[in-house]
């Protein structure tokens, strides 16, 4: 495992500003780490880094380990202002690794972690922990790990195997609640050692990310999830043959979990994805969600917005026929004249085809550029993509696989045609998120990748 290797290899490096209104660009939080949250975890609204580089030259560190690596998180976990990567393997161990100048050493080794729950590093006070990682056992136990040796406390019982943690203040009284889906399928609130409050009422898909956000813009969090579990009309695409016909909206006020609202699909319409993805509402407050929807017809991109407690389709548009599955990257300004638009991929699982639409979707694709895969059939890795500036030019940008899986591409808008350019070649394909931070504490952005035949590699960027 501790085999190392180092090598320089082809141009890359890391990650930026997220693009706000109109012409400017807004720092709004790092990949990894929700906009309602301090901790970083899996990302679970729009990907777009806030960590800036330069993918024209840098050079890269890379270890062999003996297990395929599943998931990458970056977080400063020992407070020297440098991240480590917090890396989950497939047979559910669980390694702290940390960059040398021309080494990557593991701090420790934790094993018995549920290989589909990622990991979440604290950044605040958090309630019910005073350690900075949390996990889920392979048994459901909810447990923190100390950064220096990885010693667990249990901190609760009867959680998902499947669903991410997520760390927000939704009831906003200064200290970040731990969000999360019980064994039961049902929106749980962890509010101190062994005490969880959990909303009975509402069955969620098991695997749902948590998405927080201020949908309304009244100054107050809420938690967004998948609903209403069916295998009535399934796909398998990620991970299992359940999808959702539901989303819901919850709040937390300190003592009760309230549904605020609930969206409910008419049959046999299903939303085929595992995240909601949360985007400012252009030219106006608050948030949309926006998600991908299939039926026997093909599959369709739904625009969401919550207002007045309500949970209202305003823009929908069908995007393939047949038997297509779509993933819906995120919503962003993107390429060289400043326009926003939804970035998604249409059979983002082989040979696939990024694909730009308005942000009405009053058209169909504006731009498609064929040989993209962001997915891997059968997997719940819906991380595979990031958006932000990665050539240092000014304008968000796309780092994503090739239509292989193999080669790291980036995908850049110029005079209205996507230019790819690779950035990472191997003869493997990726098995990770794309993982991105500042793992050398130089200031500029950093990628983390792993690849199906155990190796890691970072990318420092310049």
């Not at 901790?39 to 609204?45: I, M, P």
Request: charged share 25%; glycine share 10%.
């Amino acid at each position: 495992m501790n085999r190392v290797l180092f090598e320089v290899f082809l141009p890359i490096a890391a990650l930026l500003l997220i693009a706000a209104n109109s012409l400017a660009y807004e720092p709004i939080y790092r990949t990894g780490q929700n906009s309602g949250s301090t901790a970083t975890g899996l990302l679970e609204s729009n990907p777009i880094v806030s960590l800036r580089g330069d993918l024209t030259s840098s050079r890269s560190i890379r270890t062999r380990t003996n297990e395929r690596p599943q998931w990458i998180i970056s977080g400063d976990v020992d407070g020297d202002g440098v991240d480590e990567a917090l890396v989950l393997f497939e047979n559910g161990s669980l390694r702290l690794m940390r960059l040398g100048n021309k080494t990557i050493s593991t701090i420790w080794t934790v094993e018995g972690i549920s290989p589909q729950s990622p990991p979440l590093i604290l950044h605040s006070k958090i309630a019910a922990s005073d350690k900075k990682i949390l996990v889920v056992s392979d048994r459901g136990v909810l447990k923190t790990l100390s950064s220096k040796r990885g010693r667990s406390s249990r901190v609760a019982n009867d959680f998902s195997l499947l669903a991410p943690l997520v760390a927000a203040d939704l009831d906003g009284d200064g200290t970040d609640e731990i969000l999360g889906i019980n064994d039961e399928g049902r929106f749980t609130v962890v509010i101190g050692r062994n005490a969880t409050r959990s909303d009975n009422n509402t069955m969620l898909l098991p695997d749902s990310r948590i998405s927080v956000a201020d949908l309304n813009d009244d100054g107050k969090l809420e938690a967004v999830a998948f609903s209403m579990p069916t295998d009535g009309f399934s796909f398998g695409r990620l991970g299992d043959e359940t999808e959702a016909q539901g989303i819901a909206v919850f709040s937390w006020d300190g003592k009760i979990i309230k549904l605020v609202d609930e969206y409910k699909l008419d049959s046999p319409e299903v939303f085929e994805d595992l995240k909601p993805v949360l985007a400012e509402v252009y030219n106006g407050p608050g948030k949309e969600i926006l998600a991908t929807v299939s039926d026997d017809e093909g599959s369709s991109i739904r625009v969401l917005s919550f207002s007045k407690r309500r949970l209202t389709e305003v823009r929908a548009s069908r995007v393939a026929s047949g038997k297509s599955f779509i993933q819906v990257i995120g919503k962003s300004m993107f390429g060289d004249e400043g326009r926003q638009f939804i970035i998604a991929v249409v059979h983002p699982s082989g040979m696939g085809d990024l694909e730009l639409f308005r942000t009405d979707l009053a058209a169909t694709r504006l731009v498609r550029k064929a040989g993209i895969s962001t997915h891997i059939k059968g997997s719940r890795n819906l991380e595979m993509a990031l958006i932000g500036d990665f050539n240092n030019n000014g304008h968000n940008d796309l780092v994503a696989p090739d239509g292989t899986g193999r080669t790291l591409g980036l995908f850049v808008l110029e005079n209205n045609r996507i230019r790819e350019t690779p950035v990472l070649v191997s003869n493997k394909r990726l098995s990770t998120n794309l993982c991105s931070g500042d793992f050398n504490g130089d200031g500029k952005g950093d990628l983390a990748v792993g690849y199906e035949d155990g190796a890691l590699v970072f990318l420092l960027g310049r």
